[in-house]
């Protein structure tokens, strides 16, 4: 089971990883072109303040158990990423973005299952 649950979290942490840094680092237009069209209808600091809980997200599924320094902030960032994955679904769901949903919920079911997982190994 801890060999999964680390295989899930290293999934999530890079996927995470990839779209925290591109939301706060990249200029909107930019990420329109690359297909991340929600971006025009939020604002700016929206889009950075969602990048950087990612980005936050992804360093606490990794390196609080990895270490040994507040394991507690494993299954914490899990749960914050479902949180952020669920609140995505509902934007999507509003503008009818279906395939977009089907990634949230997918994304959710990992950070659930790591959540699980890691509050029940402490």
């Not at 949230?104 to 997982?117: E, I, S, T």
Request: aromatic content about 8%; proline content about 4%; cysteine-free.
């Amino acid at each position: 089971m801890n060999i999964a649950l680390w295989i899930a979290q290293g999934i999530l942490a890079a996927m995470f990883a990839m779209a925290g840094v591109m939301k706060s680092t990249q200029p909107i237009d930019k990420l329109m072109k690359s297909g991340l069209n929600w971006v025009e209808r939020v604002p700016v600091s929206t889009v950075r303040i969602i990048g950087l809980s990612e980005l936050l997200g992804a360093i606490g599924l990794i390196l609080p158990l990895a270490l040994g320094i507040f394991p507690i902030l494993t299954p914490v960032a899990a749960v914050g990423l479902a949180l952020i994955m669920i609140l995505a679904a509902v934007h999507h769901l509003k503008h009818k973005e279906n395939k977009a949903i089907v990634f949230n919920a997918v994304l959710f079911a990992l950070a659930v299952f790591v959540a699980y997982g890691r509050f029940n190994s402490l």
